[in-house]
């Protein structure tokens, strides 16, 4: 007997030959509503090359002072060294799918598989999402806390707000690690309460509010995805997906995590042959599955991993919302 599958019974089907057009719209799509994803140092496991990748990383080499590199005449100096960091990543394959039926097929009026395209669009971006926020917070040992004198996450209080201040010591962090900068500034991703935060500050809330509309202006395009604006060398993007701690600050309340980054903080991998995919069958594709040509199908399937390459080019304020 072939076990019932769970079928969504409303919706159009649109025929076979326009997978190509939903493939491009759920990639389209997925990639307008990603927040996390759209940054990170990208890479590719060629096909038939195993599962896992492997980055290389250089440590800084010594700060010294002039003083220290003025060469003797004649004398070689003795020359610094680097040492390297192996960083592997394997990704696993992520995926969901739709299932509808004939009856609807001649029931109802909207252009159902447009509609599920777009919907799937959304979850996959969320997975992505999703997916890299764990990475990155799961390594990232760089700490900063609201308020004074706080140094853990359960002594952050009501009153330990993200300010002005708190966010020009996320920046001193950055810049005191040598982080580098994406096309000039840093990230830092935010939370919807934290957004609402930041704007009862009037003075924060025109200096985003501007940047955001002259760089609208000036280019269109130029804006990160959920970009709200730039502030102290930091343009913020808003994404629900940002971490919050339950119950962790003083007195059991909710803690927020602000994470501001710079370039190659972290990178992402997947693996050529087994990237995003649309996927749609037709009633009756299935064969002893469908004996009576009842059922279609809408998919999505990519491959992903994520991992933390630098962690002195991130910081995460931990930090109450008004």
Do not use: C
Not at 89 to 117: C, F, K, M
Not at 221 to 250: D, H, K, Q
Not at 269 to 295: C, E, M, Y
């Amino acid at each position: 007997m072939v076990t019932p599958i769970n079928v969504t019974t409303d919706g159009t089907v649109a025929s076979v030959e326009i997978k190509t057009f939903y493939k491009k719209g759920l990639i389209k799509f997925a990639e307008k509503r990603t927040v996390f994803n759209q940054f990170g140092q990208e890479a590719v496991i060629p096909k038939n090359e195993g599962g896992t990748y492997e980055w290389r990383r250089a440590s800084q080499m010594t700060k010294v002072t002039g003083a220290a590199t003025l060469l003797t005449e004649g004398v070689t100096p003795s020359g610094s060294s680097l040492t390297f960091e192996k960083i592997t990543a394997s990704p696993n394959q992520y995926g969901d799918y739709y299932a509808g039926s004939d009856r609807i097929e001649v029931q109802i009026y909207d252009p159902i598989l447009t509609i599920v395209v777009d919907a799937q669009s959304y979850q996959m971006a969320q997975v992505l999402d999703n997916l890299i926020q764990i990475a990155v917070l799961a390594g990232s040992t760089n700490q900063l806390y609201a308020g004074v004198g706080n140094s853990a996450t359960n002594q952050v209080a009501t009153g330990d707000i993200i300010t002005e201040e708190e966010i020009r010591k996320a920046v001193r962090t950055l810049e005191n690690n040598s982080a580098m900068r994406i096309n000039g500034t840093y990230i830092a991703v935010i939370h919807p309460y934290t957004k609402f935060t930041l704007f009862a500050d009037p003075d924060i809330r025109e200096a985003l509010v501007n940047s955001k509309n002259m760089r609208n202006g000036n280019s269109a395009g130029s804006l990160f995805t959920a970009e709200i604006g730039e502030y102290m060398g930091v343009r913020f993007v808003e994404s629900e997906l940002a971490p919050v701690t339950a119950n962790g600050g003083e007195n059991s309340q909710n803690v927020y995590k602000t994470i501001f980054f710079g370039m190659d903080y972290f990178g992402k991998v997947n693996i050529s042959g087994l990237n995003t995919d649309s996927i749609f069958h037709g009633k009756g594709s299935a064969g002893a599955a469908d004996p009576l040509d009842q059922r279609w199908t809408q998919g999505w399937k990519t491959t992903h991993a994520s991992k933390i390459l630098n962690e002195l080019n991130a910081v995460v304020l931990q930090h109450s919302v008004l």
